[in-house]
Each structure stands twice: as structure tokens, then as C-alpha cells.
């Protein structure tokens, strides 16, 4: 009898993982904090690589459902000066490795895959604890306990796996996106809706930027991203939509009305989203009977990887213990090894390291040079 998966969470590594050992024949039951697979908005578009985050869908069996779920066209992306300016066009031919997807719908052909009662819901974690023999207890909000014979923690950032495992925390590293929507833009936000164009727009400067993409239809979906210490934004105080917006708009004065607009004409108030990460390279020693995938295992700010990452690390750690059926341990050695070597590599872009939002380079232009590899 294969060793029983007890999963954390019910992300999109979680489920990846899920599916996998599903497929493999092996016991599995997810733990979800959230309520329901409806309780919670899961978020906007995704662009999933094929390098990543599509061989973890290959793994699980689920690319044709992906591909009907793709939605046409969201690859082209913009580069433009702060002036407004469109410095750089890429169209969507078709042809490029990054199709966009809505997350929840992507989530829902992870959780429509699985057998009924995989997932638990609404069963909110409060502690781990190891009882020996590489089996663990974990407790939970409402007083309930499971006990593992294999704990995998796909808990995110905040993971009540990982102190199993590691001391290390999250800490803010300094900069976070201001998250803002608008609606029926190409009638009620024109001049957004014509400098973002079809797919995605960024924006770049040393410090900030402004980066938004179409969603389905012609919902607009913007991160304003600002290089400032937590109590920066402490100060402002985002019950108050308006004059929140105003406030984060100041921070781009003698920017594009165009871009502002997708600042000061949102129709949700804004949502403050701080970033995070575990210390670089973040590895463990081998603790028998848990591990960590996702951003438990290796948080980092935002660089459009995260989801991938997840999948790719739930797929792997499925096919390794599928491949070791009578020896856990050298299943969860393997996939460690390869996780630890992953955490290790730079985000790049054919080859070229990707600039950092404080970096000099953080510009369109020189961001253009590192798409095209010209001197611009």
C-alpha cells in the first residue's frame, strides 16, 4: 500500500500535485483553508511557460483543458515611455510559449480533475507538530486533528508547514503592488484601454512602474508597483479609495494622463499588496515524512514565475514519489535536490538576468534591449 499524501493547501501546486499522485494511483487528501472553491476571488490573468508551468499540465494529464481555456490574443505585450509613448510592440502571432489564462478557471480544471472529497474545505491550519517516525499531527482552527504519513506543505507564504522543516520567515523587501481594476474600458476608459492595447503594457522606471493587461472582454487589470519601506504606505490609508489613489498618483506626477488613469479612474479601490520573500536560495536538511512546494518552499517578490514554479514543483514531487514507491525518503530527496538546484538559478530572459524595479535599468528602453538583445 503506497504511503497515504496529506497536502496543505489547495493552490495550484497543491492540485497539480494532487492530480499527479492521482493519476499514479497513489491515496491523497488536500486540506483548504478557504471555505469553498467560490469563497475567495482567485486573482487575474496568468501566463503559463512552457518550460515550467505547461510540463507540470503534461504531467497532469490536463493540456487539452488548459488549451481551451487559453485566451486568445493576451500575449501581445507593450513596452512604453512614461510620456505614453509605445517604445515596443510584441503581437500575439500565435507562436510564443506564454498563454494567458484566467487563474480560477485554471484552478478549476486542477480541482474537476480530481475525484470528490479530495479536497477538504474550509479546514484552516493552526499547527504542525512531528510524532516520530516521520509521521506528523496537524491541528486545525476548529479543533480537528489528521495525522500523516506523508506531509506536504503547498501552504504559501505564510506556511504552518515550513516550521517543521525551517526557521527562516518572510521578510518585505521593499516594494509592493497597488492593484486596481477598470471596467468596460474601451467605452469607459478609452485612453487606458488604447496605450494598454490587446494584451499586456508595462511601464517601467527606476523605483516604479505601471504594469496592467487585458482580461477577458475589456476589464483592465493594473499593479502599480512602488519601491517604498512598509511604513510608506502605513501612512495612507486605503479605506479611503479616493484619496488613496490620489495619493499613490502623486508618485507619478508628470506621467501620461493614460497611465495615471489606471490609478485615479479604477473602479474597485485600491488593494495594497506588500511583497515578500524567504531568504535566496532558501533549503533545508532532510526531515523524514514532509516537505515544501511552492511558496512555502521558495517565496519571492513578483516575477512571473510563482504559479509555474508551484506546478512544476507539485508535478515533480508527484513523478518522484511515484518513481520510488517503496522508499519515500529517496523519492523526497530527489525532488529536493532538484527544487534547491531551481531555487538557485536567476529569473532570466533568454539568457539575460531580468532588472530589478530598483535598478537604473529599469527602464523601457533598456528593457527593450534585454527582449531583443539590441542596443536601443
Known sequence: MRTPVTIIGAGLGGLTLARVLHLHGIPVTVHEAEASPTSREQGGMLDIHDYNGQLALEAAGLMDEFRAVVIEGRQAMRLVERDGTVLHEMPDDGTGGRPEVRRGELRRILLDSLPAGTVRWGQKVDAARALGDGRHEVRFADGSTVVSG????????????????????????????????LFDADTRHAAAARVVGGGSMIAPSPGQEIFAHR????????????SRPQEWFAAIDFTDAPAAAERIAREFDGWAPELTALITNADVP???????????????????????????????????????????????????????????????????????????????????????????????????????????
Open 215 to 226: 482580461e477577458a472582454g475589456d476589464t483592465l487589470h493594473a499593479y502599480v508597483a512602488l
Open 150 to 181: 506523508l506531509l506536504v506543505g503547498a501552504d504559501g507564504a505564510w506556511s504552518r508547514v515550513r516550521p517543521l522543516l525551517s526557521a527562516a520567515t518572510p521578510e518585505y523587501v521593499g516594494t509592493s503592488f497597488v492593484e486596481t481594476y
Open 270 to 376: 485600491p488593494v495594497l499588496r506588500p511583497h515578500h520573500a524567504l531568504p535566496a536560495e532558501h533549503h533545508w536538511h532532510r526531515v523524514p515524512g514532509v516537505t515544501l512546494l511552492g511558496d512555502a518552499a521558495h517565496l519571492a517578490a513578483p516575477n512571473g514565475e510563482g504559479a509555474n514554479l508551484a506546478m512544476l514543483d507539485g508535478a515533480e514531487l508527484g513523478d518522484a514519489l511515484a518513481a520510488h514507491p517503496d522508499d519515500t525518503e529517496a523519492a523526497l530527496d530527489a525532488y529536493e535536490r532538484a527544487l534547491f538546484a531551481r531555487g538557485a538559478e536567476p529569473v532570466t530572459i533568454d539568457d539575460a538576468e531580468v532588472h530589478g524595479i530598483d535598478s537604473e535599468h529599469n527602464t523601457a528602453r533598456a528593457m527593450l534591449e534585454l527582449l531583443t538583445g539590441q542596443d536601443h
